[in-house]
């Protein structure tokens, strides 16, 4: 299918206007929150359409939202997507993205350095649903071939893994998705369509946490998946949900009646409407005006976590920094690769009296804040071990690059000299 | 026709321009159950204020969304502005002529081959006899693009403009 795909608009003028014109009615120029429910029908010819879905328009905000709607399209233009689908959260994302994919007894394959909190959501709560989670180094990609199953349903990976410093080779990935006739998921939520656009690399979904960089002042949960639009999802029977008559929807083929807008409509139609994760008009909101700072914003990030990276590089009292940008990282080319701008601003270090003097760290700072986010304006400081991966076995917190010496840096926007004066402090201190 | 149309990335200009001045379109291959693809063009297409007339031999004798559907575009009375083809790219070829040969009595001015139907011969015959031609698009969803309710459903309409929007609306 060939829409035009080319991008007559920077990505600056994007982040801006993407989806919001001026509201027609009134011409307010900033997205109006629509803190409201439910859309008057025109008649009940009206209401059976959009029921049908052979009109476009408003029912009610589980489904859709005009405020909900101007950051989709926002999101998926920045992406260069087809459309995309908000949610409640980051992880109402991931399970949006599989339930359109997933059958009972069909499995997946993840990587298994995931943000600690997806590889508890896919191992342990997805399996109640019968979804099997292959975890896998996905380095070496041949690991990712060896453990593909004709069950299988796609290949999930970060782009830039949380909590630090490793990044996925997402066209290899991607020609073994390919191969395989199943789509590869990259959760985007680290390195934002700033820095790494996975469409361009060939992968057919994008998830986000839009909680961190996307919305980037700490308010709003939100996530996000984005369609590529280019996925051929009846080039094999194993995604009856989208290429069949669907059950779901009085035996509508979404795949042949929406073409690539196919996945984006089912996310919402069927997606939002059964499992209810709405975004709030209000989150929604709040992640726009986000949207509309993000390159000056990870520019800032990058640079600032760059030099703090460097600093604790050569710190006599730090062990190990692990952080791509560093050109001491085994990761240093892939970003150079996938990320040239910068390769975000969480990575990780550990101090030289392992996990007492690590738990000292982080509890000695003054400008970090010691919480559970990442991608806030705020510096944010973590031990992972004991929180975000706390979950995990250990083989699998040392797996996710967890273990129990690691501290996690989310570098914000401050000065760059007073989050350096609070570390080094703050190592002294431990 | 002077200017020459690249059909692998029509303008908004091109498509908006047709759009508007379009007022009734002839759907070959329209399907009489409501959940096919070509009975939702014809249902978003007829809220927003075109006249539909339906083509599909195997429907005659039936209405479609209360037009009556025509055996072929030959048997259609009266003129109409376009055809809009439900058919494989291969049958779209003979659908094309069949529309170009009726042009001048029916007052044709386009062809619109709908997602995945693509013909280029038949294309560039058609543009010969001056009719426009788009292909493997779909017209509700380029309707919606243009006008901004694309946009309501989450998708990239790639349209950025800081202007009030005027919808067109039935
Ligand atoms: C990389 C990544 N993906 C997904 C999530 C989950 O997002 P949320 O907390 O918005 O559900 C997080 C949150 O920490 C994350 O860091």
Known sequence: MSQDKSQKFGFETRMIHAGAQPEPVTGARQTPIHQNTSYVFHDA???????????????????????????????????????????????????LAFFALMEPGDSFIASNRLYGGSITQFGKTFK????????????????????????CKAIFVESLANPGGVISDLEA????????????????????????????????????????????NGTSLGGCVVDSGNFDWAQNDKFPGLAAPEPAYHGLNFYETFGDMAFTTHAHAIGLRDLG????????????????????????????????????????????????????????????????????????????????????????CEIFSHLANIGDARSLILHPASTTHRQLSEEQQNAAGAGPDVIRLSIGLETLDDLIADLDQAISNA | MSEKIDHDSYSDAYLRTLLNSVKSVAVVGASPNWNRPSYFVMKYLQDKGYRIL??????????????????????????????????????????????????GSKNIKAIWMQLTVRNDDAAARAEAAGLQVVMDRCPKIEFGRLNSELSWGGFNSKVISAKRRKVRIG
């Open chain 1, 45 to 95: 010819e009206h209401a059976a359409s959009l029921f049908n879905l052979q009109t476009f328009g408003f029912i009610y905000s589980r489904l859709t939202n005009p405020t909900v709607a101007v950051l989709e399209e926002r999101i998926a233009s920045l992406e260069d997507g087809r459309g995309s689908t908000c949610c409640a959260s980051g992880h109402a994302a991931q399970l």
């Open chain 2, 54 to 103: 339906p083509v599909n031999p195997r429907a005659t004798g039936e209405e479609i969304l209360g037009e009556k559907v025509y055996a072929s575009l030959a048997e259609i009375p009266g003129d109409f502005d376009m055809v809009d083809i439900f058919r494989n790219s291969e049958v779209a070829g003979t659908v094309t002529d069949e529309a170009v040969e009726l042009a």
């Open chain 1, 173 to 216: 990935l991607s020609n073994i998705a390919k191969d395989a006739g199943i789509p590869l998921i990259v959760d985007n939520t680290m390195a934002t369509p700033y820095l790494c656009r996975p469409f361009e690399w060939g992968a057919d979904l994008v998830v986000h946490s839009t909680t961190k960089f996307l919305s980037g």
């Open chain 1, 128 to 151: 109640k649903f019968d979804w099997r989670v292959k975890f896998v180094d996905v380095d070496d990609p041949q690991n990712v071939r060896d453990a593909l199953t004709p069950d």
């Open chain 1, 277 to 364: 994760s709405t975004m709030a008009p209000m989150n929604a909101f709040q992640t726009i005006l986000g949207c509309e700072t993000l390159a000056l914003r990870m520019e800032r990030h990058c640079e600032n976590a760059k030099k703090v990276a460097e600093f604790l590089e050569g710190h006599p009292a730090v062990a190990w920094v692990s952080c791509a940008a560093l050109p001491s990282s085994p990761y240093h080319a892939l970003a150079q690769k996938y990320m040239p701008k910068g390769a975000g601003s969480v990575f990780t270090f550990g101090v030289k009296g392992g996990y007492d003097a690590g738990i000292k760290v982080v509890e000695s």
